[in-house]
């Protein structure tokens, strides 16, 4: 079956780093733009970063441009989201997601929450 495993999530104080990871399985990883979205406490999801199959297109939300990295490994079926200089205002669930035309599928999430 399908699986979008995600881990790295956690506390951690502004100004720190997380690397999030999402391990996918049940479906062919490459053919896949992969991407990450968030959602803060009251606020709607948003995309926050996205790659294309071959990591030619990398696309960033304005607020995380030169704090985040997105990047995927085909061979290990993972893309990750290298996030630094992190605002209290990065707090939410980070999901992820694949998308092959009118496929998709979504992780479960996983929390990040920057705080003193």
């Known amino acids: 079956q399908v699986q979008l495993v995600e881990s790295g999530g956690g506390l951690v104080q502004p100004g720190g780093s997380l690397k999030l990871s999402c391990a996918a399985s049940g479906f062919t990883f490459s053919n896949y733009v992969m991407s990450w979205y968030r959602q803060g406490p009251g606020k709607e999801r948003e995309l926050v970063a996205r790659?294309?199959?071959?990591?030619?297109?990398?696309f960033y939300v304005d607020s995380v441009k030169g704090r985040f990295t997105i990047s995927r490994d085909n061979a290990k079926n993972t893309v990750y989201l290298q996030m630094n200089s992190l605002k209290p205002e990065d707090t939410a669930v980070y999901y992820c997601r694949a998308d092959f035309g009118r496929l998709n599928y979504w992780g479960q999430g996983t929390q990040v929450t920057v705080s003193s």
């Open positions: 790659i294309s199959p071959l990591a030619n297109n990398p």
